[in-house]
């Protein structure tokens, strides 16, 4: 039995389980660990900077659960070398700062493998304790019995992230392995701190790869079992964080950072509590950041003495900066943040007050606090402010800049909510607005991180929305609007919504700008609560009777939430079911624009959309640009880079403006999953066109104001619009928030004009201004702009703060002395004007610079020790001037005088490099740096040669050569671009160099790169490495020494005076205008032959004639289908011109050798060089003709063939000029004339001006006829203006030498404007000794229907050519213009950037939607045809060399005017005014008329009605309704005929009728009868009025009044609004606001539901007794019942309809249709007592019924 017992408790023994949860027991476990990091790219053979620490960590237990921790000999060691070349080296002086902290005692808790509170010195620094926090982590296991593979989300030092597990049991070893991976992109509580990010939003649409910080971790344990539990005997960690600035799988930066913690030893030792006291510093291993800002990564600054450190700056700062910006100004500024950062309110305040006298002192000084950003900093600049220290542009400059720098708290906020209050503040309204939209911003970042904020934070702006309504202040209001959208707190949704029409009673009192102001500040909440504000905004969008502005706006806002597709759709029946033109065409633009952006941030609204549009109508794409648009013109996304940006512009038109009255530009950038609306501009004007017209008229005084104001009265819900004062607003945001805002309004623009024309004590701080300048200006001035700093940092596994920023700083500096003269001094009584009658003679030294630095950063960070990879970019660009210039406005001329390079001066510099730095603040002098890229860096094997050994010994003197090679000489590179590579093929160089000899500068350009690229080929490894730029101005050697550069510019009389060198069109005219001479002359010389001149003059006038003809035929433009081409003649053309090019060409060669050569004098050389130009033109034209011509040139006969080549020739170079070049143009007329063919096509002189077929349909004799005329004018024309007037403009540029031998450019321009054909010639030559190189350019107007361009270039502007022309006819019957262009002869440049842009022309008309066909076109010429096929729409067709694109039914952004030809004869002299009218008669075409002819009547709109008055009846055909009510337009049907007419006009003083009395139209003003037989009848006031006989009737001219022109003869009425009375009319004539949909709107705004309705309702109601129309309104009742929902129903009209007055019967009706509210039949409400509210009633039915428009009145009884 005892046997048996002693087996049972052996298995049970044996059978026993250790505990798998590591722990310690009450002995000291002494482990080995190391921790380091390492930063830097992860290819070998790069630099990378690291740091190591190697300690011996001792464990001992004070409890079960509370454990001691001594960290012994700790050990630092820092890397910064080429890696894995180099290895770490010991750093004693950052061990001497850590080994005091890290060797004191520190307390933790553990059980079950978690670390519970830690305990620590209190005066351990957090960067110490997050180090220990890193060991303590490696202890962190969370095991499960029962599982041996899970997941769980586990704390850590990085934050609670997801751990994936792996438990696997070692049985020989008696323990267990552990391996655990943690996810540190999938974190519920991420420890991580975003700075300057605060404005810069995820995108929830994009994918996970977008983010370019992406980080894992590896854990390993072995653990063995033991008595008090399994003990941990090695644990292994590896972290990587992996950033892709540009989403490149390969293009990446590493920190790797390790730890190994490995069990050495047990020690029996008992140990007691530490006796130091010992704080809790939180519970668990989580990374805690310090309260304190770290240092910016880029130096790090000693703080213990911040006074002493800033004094020290500044003194030392203003030293370095005297005289230019030195290089070390931007390290400064930032060492001077970094002071003012950790600096006390007293030592701020102690410091100012030792340079508030020193203005460079005090400036840098309040730079660095105001973006030092700290609390401390906001309290002294509100003090400052408060006590008045700080002046109107410090104080603007520093409220802005350190509200929106500060970091937001609620101690900083109740701060800055004490600096609004400020009474400085409430004086300068400027700062008030910036410091308000400021204060809400730095609320939005408090509260960035809470769904709501605190109300107290709030309240202020609260309090300012509240008085600014109590009081009707507009601005106020707008204001605290604005500081509300700024705040993005949903919070303030409902009191928004108390400025919102449809959701308060009281916010109908508000302007129209005010709606603006509450839509738009809900536009940022919307991104907070999406939901919420897409529900407020779809009811303003649905409701139709709000402005189409709101509507829009609210359209607009929703769409920036993200809407889903119901909203989307609901958005889209809105329209369907609207009538409003406005709100449909910018919402269908809207969702198509959408519906094209490829983003991941638009991915789902793009869909919706895309689903959305098909609902609409595609006619809302036609619509012009008089309706509201929004278009996204520019955007891309680069997939590959996961980068892109989008440009959307919103076009948001007024009813009361045939223009934008509000537009929007923001620029929306999407980076690696983020997003941010970097900037946006916005434009609000209303009423500016009021502003154009004449002002201060009374209006309101006149008589005829009241009577307009009394008719309206009488008419049914009729209201004066609402008021508006013009008013012109801009704003400009950034980031989502609004910066700045301005408002200029009508009484701030009368009071500049006021000071600009006023007396001359109004002036008086402009004579200061002259004055100070006369005494002259020096000094320097010297302005830190900014310092941005965007930093994300997280925690590694070793405990030190992993930080990825970009550090931005950029200062701005100018040194001058500016000295000024005024000839004939100012007078006492100055005025502005005086200024235009004076000479300013001016002399200036100035120098203005700008500086800027960035730092991008990734690596370690603290406050004690740094190591980082940086990226530093410099960028420094100066422009220094010195001049003296003499500026005469009287005389129109201007002279500017500098002095010529006399030294190399840096224009612009930029520098690029990569470094792995290391710093510690035991040494902050001793900053260890190297480039990431080394000097022995891998070479590219791809650009590497084979070498073979015979080449050995050579191989050092190649080595030698080569490298002297890449060192260039100083300043020996030439215009070109030189492209070397050093040995290991690393470094590219380049220089390219621009010299201008004759004023001794040249330009260059230098480039030196050298990158990673060799490693991998990334654009990321393309910014590791070095780049550097530099854009040189320096001397350049000249012929003689130049002592200064002269600009001169004259217009006016005196031009002539200035002109060195004499403008001739001479060698033009003797190679164009006599071509039979040179010809003449050689077979003179040859064959002395007289009489072959005779028959070859004819033969070649024959020829020429033809190729004229057949030029002709090859027209674009409309000819009589009837006219049949030879298909042989063009190939017989290109025959001839080729032959003479090559008879030209031999004709041309040298003598042969050993011949003897006569020497030729200058006469002759002159004409064989003619000859050589004229020989190349022709060869490269005859180059262009096909191969037929060839065949076709068999058949000629040897005889001809010469003759007939020349004049081809000579025909052919004379065509390409679209000018007359013969000297005797009735000859070559008569001679054209003579040899013409009898064919019916309209001819054509290529010697002249060629005459297009003109817009109208006329014969092929009429046009011929034209065209005759037209060469003869041309040839009456002189080729060179100057032969017959001065020139308009001469410019001379040009260098003085000592020599006085002449240097530089001289510009001559000629203009003809007011001949009949005007012209403009412009002539640019080199003036430099014999120089014979010339620009040559004219542009003339030929005839009414052609223009012409020709720009000629090279050896007296011979060597090169392009031409253009511009002809209007018609083309497919429809009225056309064509341009074509011609390059007949260009430069080799020209052609290939052509050919480059040439290639882009496919893509293009694809993505435009144009059609596109391959055609052999001329190889040297292009066309574009447009043709108007109506006045919306045009087709268009372009031939190109090689192919042809067009186009159908392109539509039009306005109505053109499309009307019947004008023929020639018809065009008044000069030509060009039938040029410059045309944008006159376009803006004619589009101003608003409304005609009314017999019973047909057309609106302002352009709708078209019929209506038939009722007899006696006046009517109001057109009202100004604005609150002005300048006029007003009543018609009626007059007493002799239902067919005439009689109206009414009254504006001003003046009330007039005309009216047909037998069978004469008589006029009537004021009552007294005036005669209408050649009447000028002129009233002058304070606005104009004009009435004259036209034609058959009288036209009165008001447009002071809004009438641009009435005419009236008795049977129709035209009347013509101005531009600005859009939206501004009422009336049967419309509201002029393109609504065609809305046209029929009543008096009281409801649209009728027909036209006779609509005309009725603006019938002028009179007494019964006292007028002659005898119909008024009323309410009726249907006169039978009707069934409505199953019950028997009486029904009343809601609207009223015209009936006749008692006493009177109706003789005649007029169906109408009238909507009608029913009641149940058993109702005792009965019509009188429900009269007054039935049109309040809803609209149960619509019945037609009749209404009455004639009356019997035999019964009606009146009572004197």
């Not at 309504?469 to 705040?487: R, V, W, Y």
């Not at 449809?502 to 991104?527: C, D, K, N, T, Y």
């Not at 009368?750 to 001359?760: D, F, N, R, S």
């Not at 080394?934 to 010994?953: C, G, Q, V, Y």
């Amino acid at each position: 039995m005892r046997g048996i017992i002693l087996a049972l408790v052996f298995t049970l023994v044996g059978s026993e389980k250790y505990d798998p949860e590591p722990n310690f027991g009450s002995k000291t476990y002494v482990y080995n660990y190391e921790g380091l990091t390492m930063n830097g790219l992860p290819e070998p053979g790069l630099a990378r900077a690291g740091l190591r620490l190697s300690c011996k960590v001792e464990i001992s237990g004070l409890s079960e659960k509370v454990f001691l921790l001594k960290i012994r000999s700790p050990q630092l060691e820092e890397y910064n070398g080429i890696w894995p070349r180099d290895p770490f080296l010991r750093a004693p002086k950052v061990t001497q700062l850590f080994a005091p902290y890290l060797t004191k005692p520190w307390k933790f808790e553990y059980s079950k493998g978690r670390v519970g509170s830690l305990y620590a010195p209190e005066d351990v620094p957090e960067t110490i304790v997050n180090i220990v926090r890193g060991i303590l982590n490696l202890l962190q296991i969370s095991l499960k019995k029962s599982q041996n593979a899970y997941g769980l989300q586990e704390a850590g030092i990085g934050g609670v992230c997801f751990t994936r597990y792996a438990v696997q049991e070692d049985k020989r070893n008696n323990g267990i392995f552990i391996s655990k991976t943690k996810d540190l992109d999938n974190c519920q509580d991420k420890v991580v701190k975003n700075i300057g990010m605060t404005f810069i939003r995820p995108c929830p649409a994009c994918p996970l790869k977008e983010k370019i910080v992406k980080g894992t971790a590896a854990f390993s344990y072995k653990l063995k079992y033991a008595e008090a539990g399994a003990l941990i005997t090695e644990a292994r960690s590896q972290q990587i964080y992996q950033v892709s600035p540009f989403n490149e799988p390969g293009g990446v930066a590493v920190t790797d950072a390790r730890q190994e913690l490995s069990f050495v030893e047990v020690k029996n030792e008992h140990v007691s509590p530490p006796e130091i006291h010992l704080q809790n510093r939180g519970s668990g291993t989580r990374f805690q950041f310090p309260p304190v800002l770290y240092q910016m990564p880029i130096q790090l600054v000693k703080t213990k003495n911040p006074e002493q450190r800033i004094v020290e700056i500044l003194q030392q700062t203003i030293q370095e900066n005297q005289q230019e910006l030195h290089a070390d100004a931007s390290y400064k500024l930032l060492e001077l943040i970094q002071l003012c950062r950790v600096a006390k309110l007293d030592t701020l305040n102690s410091v100012f007050k030792q340079f508030s006298a020193k203005p460079h002192h005090r400036l840098w000084l309040l730079s660095g606090i105001t973006m030092a950003g700290t609390t401390d900093s906001l309290t002294f600049l509100k003090l400052k402010i408060h006590s008045e220290d700080l002046s109107y542009i410090e104080s603007l400059m520093t409220v802005a800049a350190a509200l929106h720098l500060t970091k937001a708290d609620s101690h900083t906020i109740q701060v800055a909510a004490e600096l609004l209050v400020s009474s400085r503040l409430e004086r300068i309204p400027m700062l008030r607005q910036i410091a308000y939209l400021a204060y809400a911003s730095m609320i939005s970042k408090h509260c960035s991180q809470s769904p709501s904020c605190p109300s107290e934070a709030l309240q202020p702006i609260y309090d300012l929305a509240a008085e600014a309504a109590s009081k009707g202040n507009e601005d106020d209001i707008a204001l605290a609007l604005k500081a509300m959208g700024n705040a993005e707190d949903p919070g303030s949704i409902k009191r928004i919504q108390k400025f919102l029409p449809i959701f308060s009673s009281g916010a109908s009192v508000f302007p129209l700008r005010i709606h603006i102001e509450a839509v738009m500040a809900l536009r940022q909440i919307g991104l907070k609560d999406p939901r919420k504000v897409q529900d407020i905004l779809l009811q303003i969008f649905a409701d139709h009777s709000l402005s189409p502005e709101i509507r829009m706006l609210a359209c607009a806002v929703i769409f920036e939430t993200d809407p889903p597709l119901p909203v989307v759709t609901t958005i889209a029946s809105v329209i369907l079911k609207g009538t409003n033109m406005q709100v449909a065409s910018f919402t269908y633009s809207y969702m198509k624009a959408m519906s094209r952006i490829r983003s991941p941030r638009f991915y789902n609204i793009s869909a919706a959309c895309n689903i959305a549009i098909k609902l609409m109508s595609p006619r809302l794409e036609r619509l012009s640009y008089r309706y509201s648009k929004a278009v996204l013109p520019l955007g891309a996304y680069y997939s590959a880079y996961q980068i892109g940006a989008i440009e959307r512009i919103f076009l948001i038109n007024s009813p009361k403006t045939m223009f934008p009255s509000l537009l929007i530009s923001n620029v929306i950038v999407n980076y690696a999953g983020a997003i941010a609306g970097s900037l946006e501009v916005g434009v609000h004007a209303e009423g500016l066109t009021d502003i154009i017209r004449k002002q201060n008229i009374p209006f309101a005084e006149y008589s005829t104001y009241r009577k307009i104001k009394e008719i309206g009265k009488t008419l049914l819900g009729w209201k004066v619009l609402p008021s508006e004062n013009p008013v012109f607003s801009a704003y400009i945001k950034a980031f989502g928030k609004e910066l700045a805002f301005a408002n200029v309004d009508k009484d701030l623009i009368q009071q500049l004009v006021k000071l600009a024309t006023g007396p001359a004590d109004r002036h008086t701080w402009l004579r200061k201004v002259i004055n100070q300048i006369q005494s002259g200006i020096a000094g320097r001035w010297i302005q830190p702009l900014y310092a941005a700093e965007f930093r994300h940092i997280v925690p590694n596994i070793v405990g030190l703060p992993l930080e990825y920023s970009l550090y931005t700083t950029a200062l701005a500096h100018a040194t001058g002395r500016v000295d000024a003269k005024l000839s004939p001094p100012l007078s006492g009584d100055f005025r502005p004007s005086e200024l235009l009658e004076s000479s300013l003679q001016l002399r200036a030294d100035v120098s203005p610079s700008i500086y800027s630095h960035t730092v991008v950063m990734m690596g370690i960070n603290t406050e004690f020790v740094q190591s980082a990879i940086e990226i530093n970019i410099k960028l420094h660009a100066q422009v220094p001037l010195k001049f003296d210039a003499k500026i005469d406005l009287k005389e129109k001329s201007f002279k500017v005088t500098t002095t010529p390079c006399q030294e190399e001066t840096v224009l612009a510099m930029g520098r690029h490099k990569a470094f792995a730095v290391s710093r510690n603040i035991g040494e902050p002098g001793a900053v260890k740096r190297i480039p990431v890229l080394p000097e022995d860096a891998r070479s590219n094997i791809l650009t590497e040669h084979f070498k073979s050994s015979e080449r050995t010994s050579r191989e050092g003197a190649v080595t030698q050569r080569v490298a002297s090679d890449i060192l260039p000489k100083k300043y020996a590179y030439s215009g070109e671009q030189e492209l070397r590579h050093s040995a290991g093929r690393k470094v590219t160089t380049q220089a390219i160099c621009v010299k201008l000899p004759r004023f001794g500068c040249q330009v260059c350009f230098y480039r030196k790169a050298r990158d990673a690229s060799v490693l991998k080929n990334t654009l990321f490894h393309r910014l590791i490495g070095e780049h550097e730029a530099q854009l040189i101005l320096k001397p350049a050697s000249a012929d003689a020494a130049i002592d200064k550069i002269q600009l001169e510019i004259q217009a006016g009389y005196r031009a002539a005076s200035k002109i060195i060198q004499v403008v001739s069109l001479d060698s033009e005219e003797e190679e164009d205008s006599s071509p039979d001479d040179e010809v003449r002359t050689k077979l003179k010389k040859i064959l002395r032959i007289e009489s072959v001149f005779k028959i070859g003059n004819r033969t070649q006038q024959h020829k020429k004639q033809s190729v004229k003809k057949e030029k002709t035929q090859m027209t674009e433009l409309r000819t009589q289908p009837s006219t049949k081409y030879p298909p042989s003649s063009s190939s017989s053309s290109s025959d001839t011109s080729s032959s003479s090019s090559s008879s030209s060409s031999s004709s041309s060669s040298p003598a042969p050798a050993g011949k003897k050569v006569k020497k030729q004098s200058p006469k002759d050389k002159t004409l064989q060089s003619r000859k050589r130009d004229e020989s190349s033109s022709s060869s490269s034209k005859g180059s262009s003709s096909s191969s037929k011509g060839s065949s076709s040139s068999s058949s000629n006969s040897s005889g001809s063939s010469t003759a007939s080549r020349s004049s081809s020739s000579s025909s052919s170079s004379s065509s390409e000029s679209g000018y007359s070049k013969t000297k005797n143009s009735s000859k070559s007329s008569s001679s054209s004339s003579s040899s013409s063919s009898p064919s019916p096509a309209p001819s054509s002189s290529s010697s002249s001006s060629s005459s297009s077929p003109s817009l109208s349909s006329s014969s092929s004799s009429s046009s011929s006829s034209s065209s005759s005329e037209a060469t003869s004018r041309a040839g009456s024309q002189p080729k060179f203006l100057g032969d017959s007037t001065s020139p308009t403009l001469a410019v001379i540029l040009r260098a003085l030498r000592n020599n006085k031998n002449l240097a530089g450019f001289q510009l001559v321009l000629y203009t003809d404007l007011y001949s009949t054909k005007p012209r403009i010639q412009a002539f640019v030559s080199n003036i430099t000794g014999s120089s014979k190189w010339k620009i040559c350019a004219d542009a003339s107007i030929v005839n009414a229907h052609k223009a012409a361009t020709y720009l000629k270039w090279g050896r007296d502007c011979q060597d090169y050519k392009i031409a253009t022309e511009v002809v209007t006819g018609r083309f497919a019957d429809h009225p056309a213009i064509q341009v074509k262009l011609e390059w007949p002869k260009v430069p080799s440049r020209f052609k290939s950037s052509l050919n480059w842009f040439y290639s882009f022309v496919p893509g293009i008309a694809y993505i435009l939607g144009y059609s596109e066909i391959e055609h052999k076109n001329p190889s040297q010429q292009a066309k574009m045809i447009v043709s108007l096929t109506s006045s919306r729409t045009f087709d268009f067709v372009a031939k190109l060399p090689e192919r042809t694109i067009f186009s159908r039914a392109l539509r039009l952004p306005i109505s053109l005017p499309v009307g019947p030809p004008v023929p020639e004869s018809a065009v008044q002299s000069p030509v060009w005014n039938f040029f410059s009218e045309a944008p006159s008669a376009v803006m004619e075409h589009l101003k608003a008329r409304c005609t009314v002819s017999q019973d047909k009547i057309t609106t302002f709109n352009e709708v078209k009605f019929n209506y038939s008055m009722p007899t006696n009846c006046y009517h109001i055909l057109a009202q100004d309704c604005s609150p002005e009510l300048k006029f007003l337009v009543m018609m009626k049907n007059a007493e002799e005929s239902a067919d005439l007419k009689a109206i009414n006009v009254k504006l001003g003083h003046h009330e007039i009728d005309m009216y047909p009395e037998n069978g004469l139209l008589s006029l009537m003003v004021n009552g007294v009868e005036t005669p209408v037989e050649n009447i000028t009848y002129s009233l002058d006031s304070d606005a104009s009025l004009v009435i004259n006989s036209e034609k058959k009737g009288l036209s009165l001219l008001a447009p002071d009044y809004g009438i641009d022109k009435l005419y009236f003869d008795g049977r129709s009425l035209k009347v013509q609004v101005a531009f600005w009375m859009a939206g501004k009319t009422c009336g049967i004539c419309g509201k002029y606001d393109a609504e065609k949909e809305q046209e029929f709107q009543m008096p009281s705004g409801s649209v009728a539901k027909d036209a006779v309705s609509f005309a009725q309702s603006w019938i002028l109601s009179e007494k019964p007794c006292a007028g002659a129309c005898k119909l008024q309104r009323s309410l009726v009742k249907l006169e039978r019942t009707i069934q409505l929902e199953g019950q028997e129903s009486k029904c009343y009209s809601v609207e009223p309809v015209m009936r006749c007055i008692k006493g009177c019967s109706a003789t005649e009706t007029t169906p109408v249709s009238v909507g009608f509210h029913c009641l149940p039949a058993d109702s005792a409400a009965s019509l009188v007592e429900g009269q007054m509210k039935l049109d309040q009633k809803s609209e149960d039915t619509r019945e037609t019924i009749d209404a009455h428009t004639a009356c019997s009145c035999e019964e009606l009884q009146c009572i004197e």
